[in-house]
């Protein structure tokens, strides 16, 4: 979703052929030229195919939200890098304690109470980053927002008690009420 949704902020016209987490697909010869670790999502872009949804996200930013008056790509090489920082924060340190992934429900009975104290510690470091500010990088939304509320997607933010977290809370808001977000989750009604 998070592609698809960065993909819909930047107006992109594409050729989307949805495949499930299992789809024996995956494991093709074709498909894995493309993504060796034979998994979703992967793109193709003029000959260049890249998987991993928070690299590609970072790359659509790159090539295509790049311009305007308020760029998916922040304008400067210090807005660029904590763009990545965020995502790259969000993948390790969020994402692995809110996944509602079937696949972790053992490791998530395993782990028990202990991704709570993770999960309040992420949650906590995201409410500090945005005192005094409603985005995380720059004055308006960017790949940085996207890739980081993607990771806190709906269907994952829904159990948590974000009471502790008002600035995350609101934030959080904000980037689903997006246009973009809002008709992608529509459309692929996640």
């Not at 965020?86 to 782990?111: F, Y």
């Not at 997006?178 to 692929?188: F, I, Q």
Request: one cysteine or more; glycine letters at 6%.
């Amino acid at each position: 979703m998070r592609v698809l949704w960065a993909a819909a902020e930047l107006g992109l016209d594409y050729d989307h052929d949805p495949l499930a987490w299992h789809d024996p697909a995956l494991k093709s010869p074709g498909y894995l030229a493309l993504n060796p670790a034979g998994a979703v999502p992967v793109i193709e872009d003029g000959g260049f195919a890249l998987p991993e949804s928070l690299a590609i996200n970072l790359y659509l930013a790159r090539k295509y939200g790049a311009s305007g008056p308020a760029p998916l790509c922040p304008r400067t090489l210090e807005g660029e890098a904590q763009a990545w920082r965020w995502s790259l924060w969000a993948q390790g340190q969020l994402e692995p304690w809110v996944q509602r992934d079937a696949l972790l429900a053992g490791v998530r009975a395993a782990i028990g109470d202990r991704a709570g104290a993770m999960i309040a510690a992420s949650l906590a470091t995201l409410e500090r980053a945005l005192d005094g500010r409603d985005w995380l990088v720059d004055a308006h939304f960017t790949v940085a927002d996207l890739n980081v509320a993607a990771v806190l997607s709906p269907s994952r933010s829904e159990p948590l008690d974000l009471t502790p977290y008002p600035r995350v809370a609101s934030w959080l808001a904000r980037c689903y009420a997006r246009p973009a977000a809002v008709a992608t989750r529509r459309r692929y009604a996640a």
